[in-house]
């Protein structure tokens, strides 16, 4: 699968709320994950890790109020989207989130996620 398939194959996956399906069928065994600086899980390595860390967020949502992500833009074996959630979570009550997310694509899996957004 080129960067395209695995770009919009990501997006609907996601948008189904099968994130972590994705990860399974879209992301390489040795895939790097990082969030922005002093961030907990700030990078992370590993397809089962990432994993681990997306079914915790995912665990500690009590409602989604709305959620959008665009439509990807690809170059090359990168592509990014932008997203933006109204969530409201277990330990800290209703927040809006956006954020840019960009991933690099090496025979058709994702081997690498950075998540790039506001820290305030």
């Known amino acids: 699968m080129n960067t395209w398939g695995v ?3 990501w997006k609907e996956m996601c948008e189904k709320g099968k994130n972590l399906e994705c990860i399974n069928e879209l992301y390489a065994d040795n895939v790097v994950s990082k969030e922005m600086p002093g961030m907990p899980g700030e990078s992370i390595t590993g397809k089962q890790n990432v994993w681990n860390k997306n079914k ?3 665990d500690n949502v009590v409602e989604y109020h ?10 090359g074996n990168h592509f990014s989207t932008k997203m933006h959630f109204d969530i409201t979570f277990k330990d800290r009550g209703r927040q809006q989130l956006e954020e840019l997310a960009v991933f690099e694509v090496k025979d058709g899996k994702i081997t690498n996620e950075q998540f790039l957004y506001a820290m305030e």
């Open 7 to 9: 770009a919009k194959k």
């Open 56 to 58: 915790e967020w995912l």
């Open 66 to 75: 709305s959620s959008s992500i665009s439509a990807p833009i690809v170059a």
